[in-house]
Nanobody
Framework: QVQLVESGGGLVQAGGSLRLSCAAS????????MTWYRQAPGKERELVAT???????NYADSVKGRFTISRDNTKNTVYLQMNSLKPEDTAVYYC?????????WGQGTQVTVSS
């Protein structure tokens, strides 16, 4: 059973930075995609950033130039570096891993950006 544990969320002022981590219980080599999603109150969950096993990345337009997704295969961890944070980035951030067609989700970490 794959387990994903997110950490690094918190309260930050607008313009600040946070780095989220998603630690997997096993090797992330077996995951063809790892993705960060977020869900704000009253809104649908939305894709934030994706990284493939080959290192290719993709970002939502709203975070391009501010967020960076990366992976450390030696630590079985994916990161989301978030800079220039805005109040509209406030949400619960979730990590998702895709192994073949099987998705696995973490429990989420809260990010709150104050104005």
């Amino acid at each position: 059973q794959v387990q994903l544990v997110e950490s690094g969320g918190g309260l930050v002022q607008a313009g600040g930075s946070l780095r989220l981590s998603c630690a997997a219980s096993g090797s992330i080599y077996s995951f063809n995609h790892m993705t960060w999603y977020r869900q704000a109150p009253g809104k649908e969950r939305e894709l934030v950033a994706t990284i493939t096993s080959g290192g290719s990345t993709n970002y939502a337009d709203s975070v391009k130039g501010r967020f960076t997704i990366s992976r450390d295969n030696t630590k079985n961890t994916v990161y989301l570096q978030m800079n220039s944070l805005k109040p509209e980035d406030t949400a619960v951030y979730y990590c998702k891993a895709l192994k073949g067609t099987q998705p696995y989700w973490g429990q989420g970490t809260q990010v709150t950006v104050s104005s």
